[in-house]
């Protein structure tokens, strides 16, 4: 069980690890044309807003509060990539509308997952580490070079499409791959969401593996 102190340890860590992200994103950019450069920095800033939401969304996952995630993750989605880039899409701003609403969606994510997270209990601040978060920190470090190097992977095609056909053709780009694999992404990560910390609580109750309980 975690505690109210190695929560708000976490908490500051995730920022921190947040920040370190942000700046290596940023500093990847240089390499690449002025252009898409720009818009690259930009988006490193949500590197640093997502170190603020993992550890209230993933209490409030761990802690089966789905219907608060999917309530205050649609609006987000409605918000950043409905509203927002829409308007300024209409506006005339291009790439930047896609920046900015995802920006403003992940924003929006990270102020409601901390808010719900702390009504249903999690009473999550920000505290110097205790020594318990070292049991945390190897596995959050792979997770996050995991992710870090899964985004590098999946946006390979992305920067070179940007460094030789422009911002526009990108943004287009982007939509219909995200568009193309909309639905398998929704039903892969419901279906995750619920059964990760359902048969992790399983096996710390009863030490059964995994596969038992699947078999099960």
Known sequence: QVTTLELRGLATLSVAFGAAFTVLGMAIAWFLSPEVST?????????FITGFTAVPHGWLRRELHNRELAVFELVAQLAGNGVVALALAYAGYGAWSLVIGTLVQQLVIAAAAWIAANLRGAQLAFARPTPACRDYIGFGIRHSWNTFLEFLFYNTEVLAIGHWYGV?????????????????????TSVVRVLFPVLSRKRDRTGNSTRTTLVR
């Open 168 to 188: 526009e053709r990108t943004g287009y780009y982007n939509r219909a791959y995200s568009l193309s694999h909309l639905a398998v992404e929704q039903v892969f």
């Open 39 to 47: 818009i690259l920095r930009t988006l490193s800033l949500s590197f």
